[in-house]
């Protein structure tokens, strides 16, 4: 069938003077005051004998007419019981955008734009750029060079809220729904727009273009008017397009809502990751602090040394660090662990006294048997000397020599920890007043002797 139902006023040369668009099912698709009211209801009757378009008032008591002036001006009044008048209900054409084909073809009208007329983009633009520059906008638009149609790859741009084109020479077919109304425009290269013929229950029927597209105007909610119109443009024009901006709200809105989600879940995961990171350093922290109060004050802290190329060197690991390095070192002792091996410096445990203190003897916690020698407090063997002593000793390393194990530094006490020897020291047998030394034969004296410059000799200290 070729033509579909609209109203159109002609002037006496037969040329349309406005027209109120298809009627789509709900109103004629360019007359947005027909909206639907409680107070009447409209309807459209087609058979193949006539086309009817008639109302209905559902109230018997209301009255409403419609009129046609002298100008050409349609107009729906109410009559108002309380103020005895008749109401204008709506009045068509109501402005700029009603008159016939005032934006050319391929153009459409746009009340809320400036100019109102407008070309659809991409795609199209204004085929006289200086009348369109000066508002007559009646010589339409014409396709871009660049946006060639090629049928076969050519898309559609769904235009929200159009009044259809005039469309006395429009092919339509009520059997098709939208989908394949645009299989078949898509296939009939000639084909230039299609749209759904009725609105209602989702839409039905299929309206198809095969010419130039006339007298479009765009409104600006569907609840003015209009319906979604698809127009044919090259493959190249279908991507960003402001015109189906309206059409991809939808999916932007979507889109939005992905977004939202996604950045929400991602800030909720950093946000648990912080907290756990903030819990877990907090309890680092709280065991360092537990770990730090359990070790003695700094100034009581025992210094670690480090005996480096003959030079006692600070080491710079903490008291309880970990940290190992190749450099040979002397292991400290606790000084808690040394009064506990020699029961408190008792004088049960007492080996001796030399020039700087006293030797005790000590036990381990792992039963090693120790001499620990405690420098006195009134000793003028401060740090330096026993510094010295320890690289000394330390170096002095020999099978017939005792072996310094280590030492313990902690505020004022200044100890060294050796391995025990049974046999006592040697002076004690070359100068003990019990055990004279003339009792030594001079052979085992002799050896003694030979035995301690070998001792001195075969260190890594040379004398
Ligand atoms: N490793 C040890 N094993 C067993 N007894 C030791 C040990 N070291 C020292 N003694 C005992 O402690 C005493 C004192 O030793 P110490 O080394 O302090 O003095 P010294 O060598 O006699 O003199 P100086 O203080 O001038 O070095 C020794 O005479 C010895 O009886």
Known sequence: MIGFRELLLLNNDGKIIWRTGP???????????????????????????????????????????????????????????????????????DDYCD????????????????????????????KNKQAWDFRDGSDGCVRNRSSKLDCGSDGFLPLKNMKLPESSKAFVDQTKNLSECGEICKKKCSCAAYANMDVTEGGSGCLIWEMDLVDMRRYADSEDGGQDLYVRVAASDLGESPMTKSSK?????????????????????????????????????????????DIPA?????????????????????????????????????????????????????????????????????????????????????????????????????????????CCIEAEEKLLVYEFMENKSLDMFLFDKEKNVTQLENQTRDHMWDCSRDSLSSSRFKI
Request: net charge positive; hydrophobic share 40%; charged share 25%.
């Open 23 to 93: 009627w789509n099912g709900r109103k004629f698709s360019g007359v947005p005051g027909m909206k639907a009211v409680s107070i009447m209801q409209f309807e459209f009757e087609e058979n193949s004998e006539e086309i009817i378009y008639s109302f209905e008032m559902l109230n018997a008591s209301l009255y409403s007419r419609v009129v046609m002036n002298s100008s050409g001006i349609a107009q729906r009044f109410v009559w108002a019981e309380t103020t005895k008048t008749w109401n204008v209900f709506w009045s068509f054409p």
């Open 99 to 126: 008159k016939f084909n005032e934006c050319g073809p391929f153009g459409f009208c746009d009340a809320n734009t400036a100019p109102m007329c407008n070309c659809m983009t991409p795609g199209f633009a204004p």
């Open 249 to 293: 709200n939808s999916s932007g809105s979507n889109n939005k809502v992905v977004k939202l989600v996604g950045i929400t879940i991602g800030a909720s995961v950093v946000l648990i990751f912080l907290i756990i990171l903030f819990h877990l350093m907090r309890k680092k922290l709280q065991r360092l602090k537990k770990l730090e109060s």
């Open 298 to 406: 700094p100034e009581k802290r025992v210094k670690d040394f480090t005996l480096k190329d003959g030079v006692v060197v600070p080491n710079k690991r903490d008291y309880y660090g970990e940290t190992k390095t190749d450099e040979l070192e002397l292991p400290l002792f606790d000084f808690m662990t040394l009064v506990m091996a020699t029961n408190n410096f008792s004088n049960s445990s007492k080996l001796g006294q030399g020039g700087f203190g006293c030797v005790y003897k000590g036990t381990l916690k792992e039963g090693e048997v120790v001499a620990v020698k405690r420098l006195s407090r009134i000793s003028d063997q401060g740090i330096e000397e026993l510094k010295n002593e320890v690289q000394l000793i330390a170096k002095l390393q020999h099978r017939n020599l005792v072996r310094v194990l280590g």
